[in-house]
Nanobody, 123 residues
Framework: QVQLVESGGGLVQAGGSLRLSCAASGLTFSSYAMAWFRQAPGKNREFVGATSWSAGLIYYADSVKGRFTISRDNSKNTVYLQMNSLKPEDTAVYYC????????????????WGQGTQVTVSS
Protein backbone atom coordinates (compact mmCIF):
# COMPACT_ATOMS: atom_id res chain seq x y z
CA GLN A 1 0.00 0.00 0.00
CA VAL A 2 1.41 3.34 -1.05
CA GLN A 3 1.66 6.01 1.62
CA LEU A 4 2.85 9.59 1.39
CA VAL A 5 3.16 11.32 4.73
CA GLU A 6 3.83 15.04 4.92
CA SER A 7 5.30 16.76 7.95
CA GLY A 8 6.89 20.05 8.93
CA GLY A 9 3.95 22.39 8.63
CA GLY A 10 3.08 24.95 11.26
CA LEU A 11 2.62 28.60 12.09
CA VAL A 12 5.31 31.06 11.04
CA GLN A 13 5.56 34.82 10.73
CA ALA A 14 5.83 36.49 7.36
CA GLY A 15 9.42 36.43 6.17
CA GLY A 16 10.13 33.21 8.00
CA SER A 17 10.99 29.74 6.74
CA LEU A 18 9.67 26.22 6.97
CA ARG A 19 10.86 22.91 5.58
CA LEU A 20 8.25 20.36 4.63
CA SER A 21 9.04 16.68 4.24
CA CYS A 22 7.13 13.94 2.48
CA ALA A 23 8.08 10.38 3.33
CA ALA A 24 7.00 7.75 0.83
CA SER A 25 6.50 4.02 1.27
CA GLY A 26 5.04 1.20 -0.76
CA LEU A 27 6.44 2.37 -4.08
CA THR A 28 9.77 2.48 -5.88
CA PHE A 29 10.39 6.05 -4.88
CA SER A 30 13.35 6.61 -7.18
CA SER A 31 11.12 5.85 -10.18
CA TYR A 32 8.55 8.52 -9.40
CA ALA A 33 8.35 12.18 -10.09
CA MET A 34 7.30 14.04 -6.97
CA ALA A 35 5.42 17.27 -6.59
CA TRP A 36 4.03 19.68 -4.07
CA PHE A 37 0.61 21.26 -4.39
CA ARG A 38 -1.28 23.50 -2.03
CA GLN A 39 -4.87 24.44 -1.35
CA ALA A 40 -5.99 27.54 0.47
CA PRO A 41 -9.49 27.81 1.96
CA GLY A 42 -12.06 28.43 -0.73
CA LYS A 43 -9.54 27.99 -3.54
CA ASN A 44 -8.61 25.25 -5.95
CA ARG A 45 -5.57 23.10 -5.41
CA GLU A 46 -2.60 24.70 -7.11
CA PHE A 47 0.78 23.51 -8.28
CA VAL A 48 3.80 24.56 -6.24
CA GLY A 49 6.66 22.60 -7.73
CA ALA A 50 7.76 19.23 -9.05
CA THR A 51 10.92 17.21 -9.48
CA SER A 52 11.78 14.33 -11.75
CA TRP A 53 12.99 11.05 -10.27
CA SER A 54 16.61 12.16 -10.52
CA ALA A 55 15.98 15.83 -9.69
CA GLY A 56 17.35 16.59 -13.13
CA LEU A 57 14.14 18.44 -13.98
CA ILE A 58 12.55 20.75 -11.44
CA TYR A 59 9.63 23.10 -12.06
CA TYR A 60 8.14 25.81 -9.87
CA ALA A 61 5.04 27.92 -9.95
CA ASP A 62 5.84 31.55 -10.67
CA SER A 63 4.40 32.53 -7.31
CA VAL A 64 7.08 30.61 -5.41
CA LYS A 65 10.04 30.76 -7.77
CA GLY A 66 13.12 32.08 -6.00
CA ARG A 67 11.63 31.46 -2.56
CA PHE A 68 10.86 27.72 -2.49
CA THR A 69 13.23 24.86 -3.26
CA ILE A 70 12.36 21.23 -3.92
CA SER A 71 14.86 18.50 -3.23
CA ARG A 72 14.73 14.77 -2.79
CA ASP A 73 16.75 12.04 -1.13
CA ASN A 74 16.08 8.77 -2.89
CA SER A 75 18.01 6.86 -0.23
CA LYS A 76 15.45 8.06 2.33
CA ASN A 77 12.38 7.92 0.08
CA THR A 78 11.75 11.53 0.97
CA VAL A 79 11.05 14.75 -0.90
CA TYR A 80 11.44 18.16 0.70
CA LEU A 81 10.08 21.63 0.18
CA GLN A 82 12.21 24.39 1.65
CA MET A 83 10.09 27.53 1.92
CA ASN A 84 11.80 30.85 2.56
CA SER A 85 10.52 34.42 2.66
CA LEU A 86 7.07 33.16 3.43
CA LYS A 87 4.09 35.41 2.79
CA PRO A 88 0.56 35.32 4.22
CA GLU A 89 -0.69 34.25 0.78
CA ASP A 90 1.37 31.06 1.13
CA THR A 91 -1.06 29.93 3.83
CA ALA A 92 -2.57 26.64 2.70
CA VAL A 93 -2.61 22.92 3.18
CA TYR A 94 0.41 21.52 1.37
CA TYR A 95 0.22 18.13 -0.31
CA CYS A 96 2.87 15.96 -1.86
CA UNK A 97 2.07 13.73 -4.80
CA UNK A 98 3.77 10.97 -6.78
CA UNK A 99 3.61 10.46 -10.54
CA UNK A 100 4.95 7.42 -12.38
CA UNK A 101 5.38 9.58 -15.47
CA UNK A 102 7.39 12.76 -15.99
CA UNK A 103 6.89 15.72 -13.63
CA UNK A 104 3.91 17.88 -14.51
CA UNK A 105 1.94 20.83 -13.20
CA UNK A 106 -1.34 19.00 -13.67
CA UNK A 107 -2.74 17.45 -10.52
CA UNK A 108 -4.79 14.91 -12.48
CA UNK A 109 -1.61 13.19 -13.64
CA UNK A 110 -0.51 12.21 -10.16
CA UNK A 111 -1.09 8.67 -8.97
CA UNK A 112 -0.75 9.08 -5.21
CA TRP A 113 -1.37 11.84 -2.71
CA GLY A 114 -0.56 12.53 0.90
CA GLN A 115 -3.02 13.82 3.47
CA GLY A 116 -1.49 17.27 3.63
CA THR A 117 0.15 19.48 6.23
CA GLN A 118 -1.09 22.92 7.24
CA VAL A 119 1.13 25.94 6.73
CA THR A 120 -0.05 29.21 8.23
CA VAL A 121 1.84 32.45 7.68
CA SER A 122 0.89 35.36 9.91
CA SER A 123 1.37 38.96 8.88
Amino acid sequence: QVQLVESGGGLVQAGGSLRLSCAASGLTFSSYAMAWFRQAPGKNREFVGATSWSAGLIYYADSVKGRFTISRDNSKNTVYLQMNSLKPEDTAVYYCAADSGPPTRYSGQYDYWGQGTQVTVSS
